[in-house]
């Protein structure tokens, strides 16, 4: 008998190792999973989750989006103990109950009121002398969010069995704009084609979209934007809304809308209207009846996000409207139905002055005159999607009407895919940026009601491009759920649930992670320069070009160097874009010593030999910046090769590539920025300083075809 | 003791249960793994497999090759059956070695002289006693082939324990030419974007790469086209090259050359030259030296593959020179480092007569005028990838030129990727063409030295756009390694690595696979017809088009129908173009009786009461015709719902509903054509027809925006 046990033994060894050498689907690791890996924990960490789950406790019939839930839990407990939950009607020891203000056990006080729509609780209790765990919410979707917070504090070693945790989110709308095009090629995409495969939808529904579902509401983000702002009026066509309400099917059940982005003219385009001017009276009538055709199709549909009068898109101010015209019309069609409009309020128009202006200035003296279901949906700041800019002086200026906090989870300025940057300290950066605005004190996350981040998804097996880019769709969503989360937290988190649970490699990572956004804005724009990018792809310096049509599409424009010195005075002596500040905050960026040093090429144009806090002069400041930019850079290699026992080596040889290539790209902007300013600034080289490796007209000769992510 | 036994048993068995129902990677049986699949056997298969591969013996140190070829072993063994063979140094019953020429046991005789360079032998023999199986070729590239050879024998059930099997490739170079853009677009693709991830290229090398190179290698393809016909120039800059050599690497253990297509007019585009005259020493010195920077960066590299003066793209004729000018240029600079240039035939100007005959007219004349190194490509046909079209008369017609035969993989003209064709019948059919040519009665396939087919593989998960356009690959290589292969049994072996093994199913499937080409036919373009799809995109019917620029790029310019009758006529009473064949079928095609049913309308205009061989008016027939495809796949759509308990639920609920696509698309090609044609005739519908669903203004008001494969 005991050599058919070890017969046994030894066969069920051999077979779960083969199982386990395996390459599923012919690759290893290869990101497809995201955070939602569930791979097995160590061994004392498996027992302690599956004492916690071994079964599930829920309400029957349970709705698509409970049993969504319930079949995530039993998909994330069984990937990581290798024990499936079962379901069970009554609760015994280790069980996990979803419960509802309608099933919870009687005696059992939840805050419920606190909850709302979304939030839920997690509660370990005994209960008639079984230890349990509670996952408690007002709402089928709340129970969804408090399954994904239960697993994810099963991978990231929480305590569970004295679990006591309650969240909530601060911000009603959650979204994912999609720069996709109808022809599946993505907008400052770098990460392969759309997701969306238009041309087959609706009849051949992709398996991805329901893994894209599971990640998105693991976030607790509850709603996407399918099409690019730069629209297509066919988005609007009866057959792409079937397209559109076949995606929405799928995502329904995860508690995410789905929204559009609706072109202005679409009323000529589509309607043969001879205008789309939106005081119209046959206009309203084509908008009302699309509204009404496009809920037939999606129920909840969410609302149209609009680019209007920017970059070349129709808009209101085509027929001598507003911008508050234009929103209105849309609100007014969309309001029976209970629709939104997201409006943008990132506007250009050539050779206004200040282009960082033009926002404030179009915006602002429409605050008040939107219908009550517009959104206006602002970037971070006021240029474009910088490594780092101010925070933009339409939060907290617009009082009587909500904002969107706009967000670029794609790194179109930051290195696209290519190079890692965690953008967490970035949106923690904005969100916690204290307007100085009525109510005093208000941050941007409490002055917004919706925050949007353009997503970073493609068909790439890894979905982002790389496997870091995904902690920035991960960061995105958690930290639109609850600005109140660290950056760092949120890395500690996906680091734990994307690559490994070992404490030395997670802090490793974290830390890697937390310094890498200061290293590109160091490499590429320090000071507060920004938009010194190579022309239309945005990718590598050019900090030259200054023959672009516009004026301000150029660098030279945005940095304004010469022999008397660098930066954009933006103070009362420039463009005074300062005064769309609170008083507060205009005094304090009108002079140089009062200024964010991060910040101050934005606001101040200064002479090179300007004293730094450092006590070195401007000029040797910013070569140190690139200096410090390119050797954080090394620094994060070190940290990489470092975990390498942590990490899968598929996975790890993977980022080890893209960190060379950052490397050496990091090398390039510091060298070419560097001897492009010398050239401008006429001075030598501080002491010790390395020497850019090619000449200026080296750099400058560089050109880049085919650069990803101008689609469309 | 038994107690412990049983319960671990019970643990073993969850365990196993729990892993086999984790889905890995998120999904389960998502087509990646095409037909390299490996699950497991049927138990007693599994026994069978295990024992003729319990070891593997090979020489040492292993080439790269095969390393692969081990690796492949390994890999496959441990799927197919839970336990990875080791390697030994010896052989112990049950082993499979790897023998060359070099390390073959003494004693054993092998047919060497007939194996080449590629081919392989397979034989089970008894070595000391020792039950073992012989993978034997001259060239670690044969055995890699030989390695894939034994997987597919024990995936297809062939008896492991007495092999005897041998096999050489009848045609030297057997390639798939993408028609990939450098921005990642595929013109005619249908699966997502470009695997080649260009921008990431060198530095970032996708493991997708690998999975691509065994899958080729697994068919016998030996090289790659990476990019467009439709070529840029920058594709031979240092940049690109660089990216080139990057997958080459990647290639190369599995046999497969990276070759490039070139852009006539690069010495003007690139180099500054005032012309890319092929006469012109400058333009010659050019194009040696560009060679020589190939060969630097990849020495192995296959050539060019040009299209010249077609559609738009420059060529010799620019200059006055004629095709064979502009191939010996490029043929010259390539011969010192053993490169060959693939020169294509698919031309055609505007306005010269019959469209069809332009490539014969201008090549033919220049057969024994192309340099040694210099292969001319001929599509299947001489229109454009057809569902159906009579072989193209250069093949046997140019007997002093080597010839390559270009077939389309991917489904320009059938359906993209929705339909479900299995294009091993059409492959085979022409591949089997008697030309009737010098030597009497020589083949298609027996007339070429090189088989190239455009590819149908994106990024998309199951590479293909869907499961069974992977057939579509794997019948190309298959075929283009061994023409006498039946398409059928192609079919079976691919179903049974993709599917499943299950007899009964294997059977349904197979048969469904052959008759998924005729019901295209059918329900497309019967009895000769060709080109009736929609401008551009070529998605759907557009035999009603009569209006655009160019006379044969109209469908009416192809069909001809009118009150009096239908089709094209080529006999010498209309453009003659049966005198590009041989005289046997010049004659024989002359007279609609004695032309092949299929082929009727392509060569003859007839009346529309013209008496089939059914005893039907042909108008009767051609209705009869596109009644019998949309019956086809209604048959098709009822085999797949047959198979079902053998499909895994996701596969099978996936081609179920692409085949509900194609049912309605195959009413809807067959109720356009019969509203079309009818109008024309002007005659009734037979008696019991079906009348078309709509009008035939309805279906000419379809718009197609935004329909894939028009990238570049």
Redesign the interface.
Known sequence: ??N??QG??AR?A???L??A???????TE?G??VW?RYRPLPAAAQARVWAQARSLVHAEPASPTLQAAVAELK?GV??LT???PKVARQPTAGALMLVTPATAPAGVALPWGELGAEGYALRSLTLQGRAVTLIAACTDRGLLYGSFAWLRAAQTGADLAALNQQSTPKVALRLLNHWDN????VERG?A??SIW????LP???D??YT?YARANASLGVNGTVLNNVNA?A?SLTAPFLAKAAAVANVLRPYGIKVWLSARFSAPKDLGGLPTADPLDPAVRAWWKAKADEIYRAIPDFGGFLVKANSEGQPGPQDYGRTHADGANLLAEALRPHGGQVMWRAFVYAPDTGDRAMQGYAEFQPLDGRFAPNVIVQVKNGAVDFQPREPFHPLFGAMPKTPLALELQITKEYLG?S?HLVYLGPLFEEVLRADTRRQPQGATVAQQVTAIAGVANIG???SWCGSQFDCANWYAFGRLAWDADLSAEAVAREWVQQTFTTAPGAVRTLTALMATSREAVVDYMTPLGLHHLMGTGHHHGPAPWVNDLERADWNPTYFHRAGRDGIGFDRTPTGSNAVAQYAPEWAARLSRPESTPEDWLLWFHHLPWDHRMASGRTLWAELIARYDRGEARVAEMRAQWAAVRADIDP?RHA?VA??L??QA?EARWWRDACVAYFQSVSGLPLPAGTRPPERTLQAYKALRF????G?GG
């Open positions: 008998m005991k058919w046990a046994l033994r069920c051999a077979l779960c083969a199982l050498l395996l390459p599923a689907h012919g690759t290869d497809y999973d939602l998909r069984a990937g290798g024990h499936e109808l022809d599946r090629t770098y392969g084609a495969d238009w041309w087959k009849d051949l529904v398996a991805r893994d297509k066919e696209f290519t068909t790439d097996r598929a993977e590539a893209y060379a290539v050496a075809n085919f650069a990803p101008r």
